[in-house]
């Protein structure tokens, strides 16, 4: 094993910019390879809320406390429930205070980068494969030739890891949930009852088989989830997605029965739309070691976005594997210890995900969401 261990990290997520951050504060040089051509290729997603035991302590551990203040937003932790009908279920207004603070992903992603000298991230770098070089260590194979060998490979590159199958044999599986993604921009100044009736944070309404979470990002933008149970394939069938349009009155006419206020959101959608099926790796996904690899974030474990912890799991994955690897200076041994630890800690919050997406949309789906909410409202600090 080397002093100076090359290391190599597929993805520049959460997961891989926090790991190289924590690396580079502490002099261990890595490689980040980022198959996007540049941060800004496209829009990186919805907003996250970090938690304190996990994304905001692996900011912490990379002393980007104080400047994630500056893109946090304390004031979009509402919540709303909607009945299809328009009553209201749930309205907290008044969660400023709360210890969830939302961010957009883009500003993460920034930060994130602004924090690493720019050589360390390598842009359109798409991993094609990766090949054994003995001795536990590994080339690398992209578009433009071959890199290597490197004494570890850390991939942090999602649900479709390249990394992942020279670990493990499992793939992700279809949850039978498919999200139409919508946006609306600029909605205090375009659709000022709509930003009321979004409220600030998140809007969910529920009901006849389909739902709606619609959510308030940064900037005066909202992004909204429809959200079906469908067989695999049957999204792109509905919604002709040549046409704007026809989206928007597809989706319309699927959630017939709602509110007329709550269909406006449809209406109101800018030209962006995305299908976004849902995938996740079984609950206590784990792998036998193998010298050289391991997996962090998504690509370790995917799981549905109904537990709210997948960028807090990843970034929770980096620190923890910087750590070990700080502390102990002897890769094998850290990085075993990582994945044990990783392995069992992972276990609950996987579970609470695959159920959160089993009852999604079932007949008593909304019974439990407020029953949810009103457990949480009862613990808040
Ligand atoms: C619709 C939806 C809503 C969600 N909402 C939430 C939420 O509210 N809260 C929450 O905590 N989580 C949410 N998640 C989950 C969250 O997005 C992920 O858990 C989180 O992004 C995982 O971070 P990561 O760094 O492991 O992977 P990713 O964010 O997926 O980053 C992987 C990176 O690797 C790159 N990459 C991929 N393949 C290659 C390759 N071959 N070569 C080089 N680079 C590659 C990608 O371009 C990407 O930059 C949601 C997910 C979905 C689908």
Redesign the pocket.
């Known amino acids: 094993m080397h002093s100076n261990p090359r290391i190599a990290i ?7 910019l926090t790991l190289a951050r924590i690396l580079y504060l502490h002099g261990i040089a890595a490689t980040v ?4 051509v540049h941060p800004l290729s496209r829009p990186q ?5 970090l938690h304190e035991d996990s994304g905001l302590l692996a900011l912490e551990r990379a002393e980007l406390s104080d400047a994630f203040q500056a893109i946090a937003r304390y004031d979009d932790q509402g919540t709303r429930l909607l009945a299809r009908n328009g009553q209201v279920l749930f309205d907290d207004q008044n969660a400023s205070g709360g210890n969830r603070p939302e961010v957009d992903r883009t500003a993460l992603r920034s930060l994130l980068l602004d924090s690493l000298p720019p050589s360390m991230v390598r842009w359109n ?3 094609l494969g990766l090949e054994d070089a003995g001795e536990g260590c590994w080339n690398l194979s992209f578009g433009h030739g071959n890199e290597g060998p490197f004494d570890w490979v850390v991939g ?7 990394v992942r199958p020279f670990v493990s044999t499992y793939e992700p599986q279809y949850s039978g949930l498919c ?1 139409v ?1 919508f946006g609306i921009n600029d909605i205090d100044r375009s659709h000022p009852e709509l930003a009321l009736l979004v409220g600030r944070g998140m809007l969910n309404v529920e009901g006849d088989g389909k739902a709606l979470i619609v959510q308030r990002n940064g900037n005066s933008h909202v992004r909204g ?1 429809a959200i079906f149970r469908v067989p695999m394939g049957w999204v792109e069938k509905r919604f002709d997605f040549t046409s704007v349009s026809a989206v928007r009155e597809g989706l319309v006419q699927e959630f017939a029965g709602y509110s007329e206020e709550i269909l406006n959101l449809f209406r109101a959608s800018s030209d962006e739309f995305a299908v ?1 099926p ?1 995938f996740a790796l079984p609950v206590g996904h784990s792998w036998v070691r193998r010298p050289g690899l391991t997996l ?4 370790a474990h ?1 799981m549905s ?1 109904f537990g ?7 970034m929770l994955d980096a620190a923890e594997l910087a750590h070990l690897l700080i502390e102990r200076r002897q890769c094998n041994n850290a990085v075993a210890e990582y994945e044990r630890r990783m392995f069992e800690r992972l276990v609950p919050s996987a579970k609470s995900a695959a159920e959160g997406a089993a009852t999604f949309l079932s007949h008593d789906g909304q019974a439990l969401t407020l029953a949810m909410y009103l457990s949480h409202q009862g613990t808040r600090p």
């Open positions: 597929i993805g520049a997520g959460p997961g891989g390879y980022e198959q996007e997603g919805g907003s996250l809320d770098c798409a991993l942090a590159d999602g649900t479709w890891s390249r999200f993604e989830y976004r849902i962090i974030g998504d690509a995917v976005p709210g912890d997948g960028v807090n799991n990843a």
